[in-house]
Nanobody, 126 residues
Framework: QLQFVESGGGLVQPGGSLRLSCAASGFTLDYYAIGWFRQAPGKEHEGVSC????????YYADSVKGRFTISRDNAKNTVYLQMNSLKPEDTAVYYC???????????????????WGQGTQVTVSS
């Protein structure tokens, strides 16, 4: 079935950058909305950034606008999350997830996504 391999997480100092990758297997991500979610200890999953399957429309949480960029590379069946100007508040496990036919007005709600990966840890600390 649908599987993801997330990579690119790690330890970075505040103000630094990371690029997360989500490689899909078992399906072609072209036809799916893809989302990046994160979960900090003791908190629920938060929608960070999502991209539609149709016209490439994107969603960003207010907390990451201007700092994070989501993108697709359909040839590589991979989605990326470029994270710049990282803050300690960005520390979390980051997951990618996929779902078909999500409306643009509701593009990045975790319960709407049926498949997700194992996650990759991002720690922002001095």
């Amino acid at each position: 079935q649908l599987q993801f391999v997330e990579s690119g997480g790690g330890l970075v100092q505040p103000g630094g950058s990371l690029r997360l990758s989500c490689a899909a297997s078992g399906f072609t991500l072209d036809y799916y909305a893809i989302g990046w979610f994160r979960q900090a200890p003791g908190k629920e999953h938060e929608g960070v950034s999502c991209i539609s399957s149709s016209d490439g429309s994107t969603y960003y949480a207010d907390s990451v606008k201007g700092r994070f960029t989501i993108s697709r590379d359909n040839a590589k069946n991979t989605v990326y999350l470029q994270m710049n100007s990282l803050k300690p508040e960005d520390t979390a496990v980051y997951y990618c997830a996929a779902e078909e036919d999500l409306p643009l007005f509701r593009l990045c709600v975790f319960p709407d996504f049926g498949s997700w990966g194992q996650g990759t840890q991002v720690t922002v600390s001095s």
